[in-house]
């Protein structure tokens, strides 16, 4: 297994995580990737740290807290081999301030965490996503206040934009709190959103990509056929409502392709997005799901090898899309070639 920095920080993970959203199955959308209980957790958290897996990602959204509590009993008495990321903001229940970005939330979010996986800290606490009704200052002085009780280690966020993420690090160095080092993200070969803008200011600021569903919420598991309908065993049809968005036309011709490079490689179609995916900057982890041994094995064996440079290029035109104002504006610029208007 390789391990690489998180972004500008001194932390080590491999570049293969494992995420928890297939443990417990409660609810519409969990229960459509998986309902893992924990012994199949445990078994599969061995094979895990057997391949050098060692971090594990979860949320306390996932399955109403029940993925957190799985994960904590597969890895008890282990816990000094493993890293655990968690995540909270998104509505834990009912009340007012059962959701958000707020120093009451966070502080019982992540105290409530701590019980549920039976430690007592988390390696890397993020953010689920933006709370723009709570001040910045207000969110990062309490992540500082939670780093320096010992409770976690690191801070990330999820799914913001670049604007967020910016203003959250000149906050942060403003008041010397501690700076996000990883943006967990969706990246996929049919969703290279995160190319735009985030891309390049995680290069610029030091924050490490932790990549999630990197096989474009099922999409890119070899299943998929054109013009036939899901396999009866996809989870898609219990969970495309809640991913990315992807039409049939882009999806297919970049299946087209991953296919093509598979049989070159002899290697599966889950196996080739996923190298391609380590080879973009700033990727410092990707977060795979399995709901079983088998799943889990095939998506290990997506690291050891590297595709081409011309796979690789092939690959990133078949998936390339038009670029949104004002990237498509910007892209090539150079004070010898600038911009017609």
């Known amino acids: 297994m ?17 995420g928890t959203g297939t443990f417990g199955g409660v609810g519409k959308l969990f229960s459509a990737w998986g309902d893992t209980d924990v012994a ?3 078994r599969l958290v061995d094979i895990c740290i057997d391949a050098g897996v060692n971090m594990f990602d979860s949320a306390d959204v996932y399955s109403a807290g029940a993925a957190e509590s799985i994960l904590g009993e597969a890895i008890k008495g282990r816990r000094d081999r493993v890293l655990i990321s968690t995540k909270a903001t998104f509505r834990v229940g009912d009340g007012p301030n059962d959701v958000g970005s707020s120093r009451f939330h966070l502080v019982r979010s992540c105290e409530a965490a701590l019980k549920r996986l039976g ?15 709570t001040p910045v200052d207000e969110v990062l002085s309490t992540l500082d206040d939670l780093v320096r009780a010992g409770k976690i280690r690191y801070v990330g966020c999820s799914n913001f934009s670049g604007w967020h993420l910016m203003k959250s690090l000149a906050v942060a160095d403003r008041h010397g709190w501690p700076r996000y080092v990883a943006h967990q993200a969706y990246y996929s070969l049919i969703g290279r959103d995160y190319e735009h803008e985030l891309m390049p200011l995680g290069l610029d600021q030091g924050v490490g990509a932790v990549v999630w569903s990197p096989l474009g919420w099922g999409r890119l598991t070899g299943k998929l056929q054109r013009g036939r309908p899901l396999p009866k065993d996809s989870r898609l049809h219990g969970s495309a409502e809640f991913g990315p968005p992807v039409g049939d036309e882009h999806l297919f011709r970049v299946l087209d ?31 795979l799901g399995a709901r079983n041994e088998d799943q889990l094995r095939q998506n290990l064996g997506a690291v050891g090898w590297n595709l081409s440079p011309e796979q690789v290029a092939r690959l ?6 038009t670029l949104p104002y004002p990237y498509w504006h910007q892209r090539g610029f150079d004070e010898r070639n600038p911009p017609p208007v």
Do not use: C, M
């Open 2 to 18: 390789e391990y690489r920095r998180l972004g500008a920080s001194g932390l080590k993970v491999p570049v293969l995580s494992f």
């Open 40 to 42: 199949a957790a445990r």
């Open 119 to 133: 430690t007592d800290h988390i390696d890397l606490f993020q953010l689920h996503g933006f709370d723009a009704l």
């Open 257 to 287: 392709v991953v296919e093509e490079v598979a049989r070159e490689t002899g290697k599966t179609v889950p196996q080739v997005a996923i190298n391609w995916l380590l080879q973009r900057p700033t990727v410092a982890t990707i977060v």
């Open 316 to 321: 990133d035109a078949a998936s390339e899309v």
